[in-house]
Nanobody, 120 residues
Framework: QVTLVESGGGSVQAGGSLRLACTAP????????MGWYRQTAGQGREWIST???????TYKTSVKGRFTIAKDNAKNTLYLQMNSLKPEDTAMYYC??????????????WGQGTQVTVSS
């Protein structure tokens, strides 16, 4: 059974910070990429950030400069440091692992989600 478990969500005021973590045994080293997505009620899941096997990072434009993705292979953990949080960041956050299938790196495994709520 594949298990990815998020933690670190909670309620904060605008301008505050949270650090999300995702325990993902094996995936931090063996996946071609790992990332974070978020979803609000009535909307589709949107991509937030990705970190590749080589440590290359990319971000959704709206979170650049505020969020930082990182991983610790020794601890089998993926992180998302979120600073200067805004009410529009309120969402359920999911970690995901991508594997190389047919030559493509595709997100295949997902965690159960952790709720982030930002009050104005």
């Amino acid at each position: 059974q594949v298990t990815l478990v998020e933690s670190g969500g909670g309620s904060v005021q605008a301008g505050g910070s949270l650090r999300l973590a995702c325990t993902a045994p094996g995936f931090t080293s063996n996946s071609c990429a790992m990332g974070w997505y978020r979803q609000t009620a009535g909307q589709g899941r949107e991509w937030i950030s990705t970190i590749s096997t080589y440590g290359t990072t990319t971000y959704k434009t709206s979170v650049k400069g505020r969020f930082t993705i990182a991983k610790d292979n020794a601890k089998n953990t993926l992180y998302l440091q979120m600073n200067s949080l805004k009410p529009e960041d309120t969402a359920m956050y999911y970690c995901a692992a991508a594997i190389r299938t047919g030559g493509a790196c595709q997100y295949t495994y997902w965690g159960q989600g952790t709720q982030v709520t930002v009050s104005s």
